[in-house]
């Protein structure tokens, strides 16, 4: 039990989600991936006529599934085999977060920046929405995220899912050291 | 590989429908809805890694993106070479569905997009510290507000779709 409550390490975790892969693929030929919901959701709810959401989306109910359960494991995980520890950061990381008062290393996501009081907040508005909306654009721009591109492109050997991949990385480090300490100073 | 399932199937539709992580291979087979809940023990599964792995972590993130860590790229790169493996061989053996169904792949074609929206991608994975899928776990985790995060990338898709046809791909 003490091995399932204490953090996993990464080659515990990169064998697992890599195995989704070919689960999907077995269990009913499926793709990784997981911002194609967002789409799917779009398609259900306000389609508008636009054609990028006019597709029979009933087909692809199997992935609101998947996400669903990744949100009840998400539950399971924290109520029954959390270690309730916090989480251990780089020393400098954690001297650069305490500059802009971020302290708390309690949960999973900063409750400094992300709650519901924060979200009224100039810096939490933008980190929330902006970046949610970022993050969506982006991924559906980019025709898969993580997921789809990162995982599944890579693991098929596509080239465009590296291409994707590296810029996913680039976008990240240009937001990380440049841009979102002037975000986190607002 | 020519995607057999497929061709009943209007050809731009396919077309539309496989520049995206859509499953372009679709069953051919009528399964009762319960069949799905397969994919949530899967989900489940996933959603568990995350938490425990603390992939969902904001700051596992931003210490990646500043290379103070190499937890997240021990995880992606592990799953990458496993989940590479795993599809090498049910192309060789020819593996099929449990359902004795045939897994087909379809190649992704390259487009500006992959670009202009993996940059797009990467400053807002940098901002709210999470991929799509890790958002869910967040939700899960007891962080009910992601669920304006998730609303926001929704959004986001949207306007994607709204605006496609103007934007270079």
Redesign the interface.
């Known amino acids: 039990m003490e091995t399932i409550t204490q953090p996993w390490p990464w080659y515990t975790a990169g064998i697992i989600i890599g195995l989704i892969v070919p689960a999907l693929l077995i269990l009913g030929n499926k793709h990784f991936g997981i911002s194609a919901n967002l789409r799917h959701a779009c398609a259900v709810c306000l389609p508008s006529n636009i054609p990028f959401f006019k597709y029979d989306w009933r087909k692809e109910t199997w992935n609101f599934f998947f996400v669903g359960g990744i949100l009840v494991g998400g539950i399971i995980s924290t109520l029954y085999l959390g270690s309730g520890e916090a989480v251990i950061v780089h020393p400098d990381l954690a001297q650069e977060l305490a500059s802009y008062g971020i302290t708390d290393y309690s949960g999973m996501v900063p409750a400094q920046l992300f709650s519901f009081e924060s979200l009224f907040t100039v810096r939490g508005l933008v980190m929330m929405v902006g970046g949610g909306f970022l993050v969506g654009f982006g991924a559906r721009y980019a025709g898969g995220c993580t997921s789809g591109h990162a995982i599944m492109g890579l693991s098929d050997l596509q080239w465009p899912s590296l291409v994707a991949t590296i810029c996913f990385m680039i976008g990240g480090f240009i937001m990380a050291n440049f841009i979102l300490p002037f975000i986190l100073h607002l | 590989m020519e995607n057999k399932t497929n061709q009943h199937t209007n050809p731009a ?1 396919f077309e ?2 496989s ?5 372009v ?3 051919e087979l009528k399964h009762p ?1 319960y ?32 290379l ?5 790229y ?11 493996i ?2 090498f ?2 192309k060789k053996f020819k ?1 099929k ?3 004795g ?11 500006k ?21 890790p ?9 009910i ?2 669920l ?15 605006f ?1 046809d103007q ?1 270079p791909h």
């Not at chain 2, 520049?19 to 499953?23: A, G, H, P, Q, V």
């Not at chain 2, 103070?68 to 997240?72: K, L, P, W």
């Not at chain 2, 967040?138 to 962080?143: D, E, K, T, Y």
């Open positions: 539709d539309v429908r520049l995206d992580t859509m499953c291979n679709e069953s809805w069949y799905n809940l397969k994919y949530s023990l899967v989900g489940v599964i996933f959603g568990i890694v995350f938490i425990k792995a603390e992939i969902i972590s904001w700051f596992r993130i931003q210490e990646m993106f500043r103070q860590s190499f937890h997240m021990g995880v992606i790169g592990t799953a990458v070479v496993v989940g590479a795993s599809v061989l049910i593996v569905t449990i359902h169904e045939e897994i087909t792949f379809t190649d992704k074609k390259f487009n997009g992959q670009i202009i929206g993996g940059l797009t991608f990467g400053l807002g994975w940098a901002l709210t510290g999470a991929c799509p899928g958002l869910f776990a967040q939700v899960g985790s007891g962080a507000v992601i304006v995060v998730i609303l926001s990338a929704t959004a986001g898709t949207w306007v994607y779709g709204k496609r934007l």
